[in-house]
């Protein structure tokens, strides 16, 4: 069984910043990509990010390019999400997702396994 636990959300201003991070343990032997999504209250779980197993190439929402980074350390098993130049539009819950096919896709459906989520509120 693989764990995603995620951490590093919390309140910012606007226009501050935060770094997410996702911890994955268990099966973890195969490779892998990983994505972060974000769900906002009465919206759809929506795409934010993505990062194919070497780390050599990353897919953003437009909605994010340029301001968030997305990177990860294989050693450790981790993922990291850099948020600057937060707007209060990026308030939400943040899910990071392990997808074993390795595809780096932006749908939710092809990712086999899901964290829990970590809130990001943004004030303005």
């Known amino acids: 069984q693989v764990q995603l636990v995620e951490s590093g959300g919390g309140l910012v201003q606007a226009g501050g910043s935060l770094r997410l991070s996702c911890s994955v343990s268990g099966r973890t032997f195969s490779i892998y990509a990983m994505g972060w999504f974000r769900q906002a209250p009465g919206k759809e779980r929506e795409f934010v990010a993505t990062i194919n197993w070497s780390g050599g190439s990353t897919i953003y929402a437009d909605s994010v390019k340029g301001r968030f980074t997305l990177s990860r350390d294989n050693i450790k098993n981790t993922v990291y999400l850099q948020m600057n130049s937060l707007k209060p539009e990026d308030t939400a819950i943040y899910y990071c997702?392990?997808?074993?096919?390795?595809?780096?896709?932006?749908?939710?459906?092809?990712?086999?396994?899901w964290g829990q989520g970590t809130q990001v509120t943004v004030s303005s």
């Open positions: 997702a392990l997808d074993y096919s390795g595809s780096y896709s932006i749908h939710r459906s092809e990712y086999d396994y």
